[in-house]
């Protein structure tokens, strides 16, 4: 990887891949290890339906059927997390950009405070184990902790490991039938972004079908060498 990003200033990470790849649980791994900050846009517009603030009203609908929100909506909220002073750490982007026209605004934002992107990382899998993964997921309500009806079970029914809460959350747009309609748009618009950061020299790839904890292993490695570079 001969990604142009700068040990002088903070390193701005990318991780690509389909809904239910594990960016989210990867990233969060990567920001303790790493101190860096994890920026996931889909987060964001989750808070901001919450909220029930303007954008949020207006992405809700587009979300529920598992389309993309519109780039004003989603670059405006970006840039307002951005001017967090915490993300002077440096940042691991979870779910942005989406589409090439978001990493072009990417490049012109960051390039605001003199960053460029250090890396992109692909993380590898196949859509159809996607459907199982996504629609069986539910996180801890207290902590956030990820957990999966096949794969993941709390070791006590209806207790967090992590926090022992016993309250759980499930996305609503983790539904096997959102989820094929988040693929489409995957392919469709984001899944030409490894070819744009690869010709950039910027792309690596992971396999991201084997364990957790293997694909933390290969990201760590990556992340280290880039921000080496
Ligand atoms: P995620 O949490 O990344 O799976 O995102 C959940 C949903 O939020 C997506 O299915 C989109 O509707 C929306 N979303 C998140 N990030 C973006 C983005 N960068 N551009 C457009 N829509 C987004």
């Known amino acids: 990887m001969d990604g142009t990003g700068s040990t002088d200033t903070p390193p701005v990470l ?9 960016k989210g649980t990867q990233a969060r791994r990567l920001e303790e290890r790493f101190g860096l900050v994890q920026l996931s846009t889909g987060d964001l517009l989750r808070a901001a339906v919450a909220a029930g603030t303007e954008a949020g009203r207006q992405a809700q609908a587009v979300m529920e059927a598992g389309g993309l929100v519109s780039d004003d909506i989603v670059l405006a909220i970006l840039r307002d997390r951005l001017a967090d002073p915490d993300t002077a750490r440096g940042v691991i982007l979870d779910g942005f950009p989406r589409t090439t026209a978001q990493a072009e605004a990417l490049d012109a934002l960051i390039a605001e405070t003199g960053q460029t992107v250090d890396a992109a990382i692909s993380l590898e899998v ?12 539910f996180t801890c309500a207290g902590c956030g902790e990820g957990y999966h009806d096949a794969f993941k079970r709390p070791a006590q029914e209806g207790v967090c490991d992590g926090c022992g809460a016993t309250a759980f959350k499930r996305r609503p747009d983790d539904t096997a039938e959102t989820v094929r309609a988040r693929l489409d748009a995957y392919h469709a618009e984001t899944a030409p972004l490894a070819a744009f950061y690869d010709a950039r020299g910027q792309l690596a790839r992971v396999d991201a079908m084997g364990a957790i904890d293997d694909v933390t292993e290969a990201l760590g490695a990556l992340v280290a060498k880039a921000r080496a570079a």
Do not use: Y
């Open 14 to 22: 990318i991780l690509l891949g389909p809904p239910g790849a594990g």
């Open 126 to 137: 196949e859509d159809e184990a996607m459907v199982a993964r996504v629609s069986g997921r």
